[in-house]
Nanobody, 114 residues
């Protein structure tokens, strides 16, 4: 059984940085595309970024372009989301998602506040 486990969230001041990790365990077949989503309190879950493998294609939501970077280490079955220039509006629970397997992680809280 495959699991996605996010880590790396926390409290950071505006303008700060965090790196989130999404580690896959178990049978990782058919997980060529991994996505990051986020959900702020009282709001719908929204897509943040996607990455494919083995051919690397990357897409970002407009609101994170230039600030967030998605990457993956296939040898470690891990996808990363490097977040810089964080804003209070980035406060949310961040989830990773394997759409082909319909699997979500449990989420990691990111809070941007002074």
């Amino acid at each position: 059984q495959v699991q996605l486990v996010e880590s790396g969230g926390g409290l950071v001041q505006p303008g700060g940085s965090l790196r989130l990790s999404c580690a896959a365990s178990g049978t990782t077949d058919n997980m060529n595309t991994i996505q990051w989503y986020r959900q702020a309190p009282g709001k719908q879950r929204e897509w943040v970024a996607s990455i494919t493998s083995p051919t690397v294609n990357i897409w970002y939501a407009d609101f994170v372009k230039g600030r967030f970077t998605i990457s993956r280490d296939s040898a470690k079955n891990t996808v990363y989301l490097q977040m810089t220039s964080l804003k209070p509006d980035d406060t949310a629970v961040y989830y990773c998602h394997a759409p082909a397997r319909a699997i979500w992680g449990q989420g990691t809280q990111v809070t941007v506040s002074s």
